[in-house]
């Protein structure tokens, strides 16, 4: 093992000595529980093949659209990064990662790539350099063929007890179902219901996508009323399969409601492609009202993931589609836009509703509030873009005088890049025990009660708060 | 008394043992000044009455909205802790209190809790806890007994010097003038006057209001000039009851003026019933702006406090009522939105107007900048959901550098639980020598110049900004 | 040589001992660099001239505009500082400063002209005060007649590499190709093309200086053709003179193109003046689309200065007119707003774009997303308003975890100040010094990589982005 600064003990504890010494405690509440991650993008399917990962390429740079942004600000084409199934020399990949790591330093992913190459790999980060590429991709290439590198060995590894994926209504969940009959394989996999690609009219296959739905699950229904009753059964089908909540990530956060007709006529005109804009929105926002109508009835955690711009650079988004980095967050709008929703929902105490953000700016001024009086309404970690050390911290800053600790969802990893997972949940213990030995140290809280709460913001709310 | 660390001498100063030296000795100099607080929600009426608190659910809890929310936000009913006039057992409602105290660690509103049991009742707060409610329960009780434990003496134990009241322009004042006389009670109670009932059409009882204060004070003149007349009154005589501000919870910052005309027809709308959302809005906007108008003449102090959505819970309203936690700040915009009335009045060097936000994005960005400009324009404390510790501080991070120290409203307490105001204002000044004694140990300002600040801003500013 | 702390060697530096530490030694690698300002407003033919400043006063309070708004907001008269033209008695103008002096502390201002007076003046500015005013205009007239204090021996002082001006496109810029030639000058002293005069139809003087441009350059084209085809001539002629950058003071971030027919109709109705404000705003978006387009011509940088409402105070306009402290910042939105030019230019490796903000909820939520990501986008430094400290500080926070340190503009003063040109730089340096040791101190980065980071940051940066 390394001696390098990424195994040292204290990383992102607090500079000032006494602080310090009470983060060192807390953490060590919470450092070795298991992990929970309750939103990610990983395939169920992974768990059951069990491959070994193909190359170091494949494994870390191609899918993490963290990484490989940074790469394309400084000039080279996702392509040569094997992004959007384009070929690349996996190699030569490697060697622009290599070469270009000092980008990195003070980002979320740079810090993220460090803890795994040390903790994972057993590799010192400190190698990292252009000069050592070739070097370190064959070391890495042969710790990936060892048995102890597959993806349910390293689920081992990284002490995994639940791990959600996020699925496409129609999907059979074979894979899940697979995984929950195998007593040889230890952690919970649950499917999420993502049903985005069916409620907006922009999405390119949206008119296919509906159609199959309803033809397969309408339950003999046609039109608007055949796509809620197979929306319906989905949400079942998935329940059945262990699944605990749905997740949307809407445009915005607007949730008016329309009235039956005027959704199956919008809902007509977004099949045939007469909708404009607005007509859109107008029937996104519809259906978010409607999946929190569901949810009332199966119960499933709601979850809702507003405030991108989706492929924002049209010649990107031409050449290697979508989710490749170039969706840019915008100013996000909740207290107006959930009203609808909140005001016939929000009291339900069975209804758990976790809203997300990018846009700091609500923290303080609409989640908090929001979180700290619906029932319904849990305060979603910060995420993607946000889900840094310094954005964490400040996530508690600007939520707790307002709502204390109880209304948090627990930390989401949201992430594709597997072997990123212990690093990501590590950094999410270390910022709470960062941020609540302060609180101690100024004296707002007793350490015995921080050490309460450390364990129930990372062990308990998300179990809560997911209904897991 | 308890050894409980809520009377640790450094509570909330900063960790770091060098800055913690500077803040303890800043705070030295404003620790036991008297209490101004210049803006609140108690009634005058409580100081005439002198009569003992009922018990301590009515005291504590049923009207602070800060408190029940969070109880109602893990799925009590307000109903069963006596919110909205809902009458419950109190003994119960405590229990509930009791039980949920853990929910409050961290907030501002369990910091205010612990500092009232500490040092207005001398009970260590570690002893909340649902297993010692009714024990708690009895003992407090007990001490509302006491003739110590009475609104007025408590004003002395308090160090009250000035309180002002909210009130409606028709109020009477006579308990204000009461107080004014009593030579035996020291404390000033203003009355400030607050006519949001009387300029939004959306309020339920606008016709009624505004019908009832032209026929009383519209000196003969009907409609709209009447309606000005009135208004132009009932603000002399809160100035001669001893009022030095008016009060403008306004929907958002809004002022564009109307010609007399157009703003007579909307106003004809508004009292019969006939109006539309924008006309509402427009004609709020020219009441604000006529409010600034009024001001040049009489000198009132003027306090902006928009940025709300009232009543954000439909269900919640049509059983509880206003004001009971479910209001939600949303995004807030002055700078376009203020230019009307600034340019036109915001040279005046001796007219005060006070800008408040729960949207600390626009700290920075416009309240500052606004302030560091017009001498009408004063930057007021961090209200509300942002009343707390932290976002305290972040206030003066985000305006000290464009704007210094001058331009400060001086801190309010904008509270309905009376036992609160102490903790609130020695929130305040630990906050302001926490921040101060940063700048000193990052040799920014000097220590004698850091203790001429701390006393003016807690003691000099809002006498000044107020008219006290 | 005084003994303020204003020469303290720690000033600006973290209280915890150990953070302070490494935060000198960070400091040091930087300190001594040569000042690279590629924005700013002096002018060229003061180097030229190389005159003596007349006296205190003109040299440091009439054009600051930083300074004179803070007295202002206290009371004053703009024309009793001499602002605006207006003529005023200098050393009147300086009393009212030294007496108002501490209304300054804590502002970037104070900090800045504390260290003009150790630094620049030798004086220790603990003796600014209103007794001592008199002695100290004294005492500056004196060193002002000295010929080290003329505005070239200055800028030898100031170690002075890069300074760029702020320069009207009919500009001859002879002032700039004397500096050129003149071997005894070595600092370099570029042209910056500003078109703002040229494409907002709201500018009272549009229809006068696009006749003029287009009669002066249009190649005989007339109407937008020409006009288009004009200040392509003047771009290349500022590129010629040295200019490597166009700045551009937008209102908001749009940048929609026009088709050519269309542009042209709106042309015609700015000149003859019967635009509306929707008008004149699409106008303005298409020409920034059209500045980034000639930008992939002539390889010029440009800058964005959007989100500032100039003029905000009607009656300070009437009296005083543009750029003398009423300019108020207001929200501003980028991710839609820059979509249709950065779809369009953002992936050329050769064009470079650089974002300035002064509403810092933009930091994390679309600055550093969009600069992490576009080849072409850089994030400008915190900028007027947020040119201080502690919104330094939070620039940093906000944009680090998501983009690292090599998508940075490097920092410019944009001032009129020229006396504060190295306070302002040495502020950013330490400021850099002081968030990078935090850095270390939580074990995130090494030492040796931050080292090269604040070279980097403080030289590098600002010659890369700006094409020096």
């Known amino acids: 093992m390394s001696t390098s600064h990424a195994s040292h003990p204290d990383r992102l504890l607090p500079a000032d000595p006494g602080t310090r010494d009470i983060a060192r405690r807390l953490l060590a509440h919470v450092e070795d529980l298991p992990i929970i991650s309750p939103h990610g993008h990983l395939e169920a399917q992974m768990f059951v093949d069990d491959e070994p990962f193909t190359n170091p390429t494949e494994l870390l740079i191609s899918p993490d659209h963290y990484l490989t942004r940074v790469l394309h600000s400084v000039g080279y084409e996702l392509s040569e990064l094997g992004v959007g199934g384009h070929e690349c020399d996996p190699r030569e990949a490697w060697r622009i990662f290599c070469t270009n790591w000092p980008l990195y330093t003070g980002t979320a992913t740079g810090y993220w790539v460090e803890q795994e190459f040390e903790h994972v790999f057993g590799i010192n980060p400190d190698r990292i350099s252009g000069e050592n590429a070739d070097e370190l991709y064959d070391e890495l290439d042969e710790i990936l063929k060892r048995p102890d590198f597959r993806p349910r060995a390293l689920a081992d590894t990284f002490n995994l007890e639940v791990l959600a994926t996020t699925d496409d209504p129609l999907d059979d969940l074979q894979a899940h179902k697979a995984l929950a009959d195998d007593a040889s394989f230890t952690p919970r996999v649950l499917p999420t219901f993502r049903p985005d690609a069916y409620t907006k009219f922009y999405n390119a296959h949206f008119a296919d996508n509906v159609e199959k739905l309803i033809d397969l699950h309408g339950g003999g229904k046609t039109g608007y009323e055949g796509y809620l009753e197979a929306l319906r059964d989905r949400r079942q089908f998935f329940k059945e399969a262990g699944g605990t909540s749905t997740d949307h990530g809407t445009h915005d956060a607007e949730t008016t409601p329309l009235d039956a007709a005027e959704a199956a006529a919008l809902f007509d005109k977004g099949r045939n492609g007469t909708w404009t804009r607005e007509e859109a929105q107008a029937f996104e926002a519809n259906m978010t009202f409607r999946m929190a109508e569901m949810a009332q009835d199966d119960g499933l955690v709601m979850t809702l993931h507003p405030g991108s711009y989706r492929n924002h650079s049209t010649s990107t988004f031409e050449k290697y589609g979508a989710d490749v980095g170039h969706d840019i967050p915008f100013q996000m709008e909740y207290t107006n836009a959930l009203q609808p929703l909140l005001s016939t929902f929000g009291e339900n105490k069975d209804f758990n509703f976790v809203i997300f953000t990018m846009d700091e700016t609500t923290f303080s001024r609409e989640i908090a509030p929001l979180a700290g009086y619906y029932p319904a309404v ?42 990123s997972i212990p690093a990501r949940h590590n950094t999410s213990r270390r910022v709470e025990a960062n941020y609540l030995a302060r609180l101690v140290a100024e004296h707002r809280i007793t350490e015995d009660r921080a050490a309460e709460i450390i364990v129930d913001l990372i062990d308990a709310s998300p179990r809560r708060v997911f209904k897991l």
Do not use: H, L, V
């Open 378 to 419: 849990y305060a979603g970690a910060p995420w993607w873009f946000i889900d840094e050390i310094d954005a964490m911290n400040r996530f508690r800053q600007y939520t707790t005088g307002t709502t204390g600790f109880s209304r948090y969802s627990g930390f989401i990893d949201d992430t594709r890049a597997y072997c």
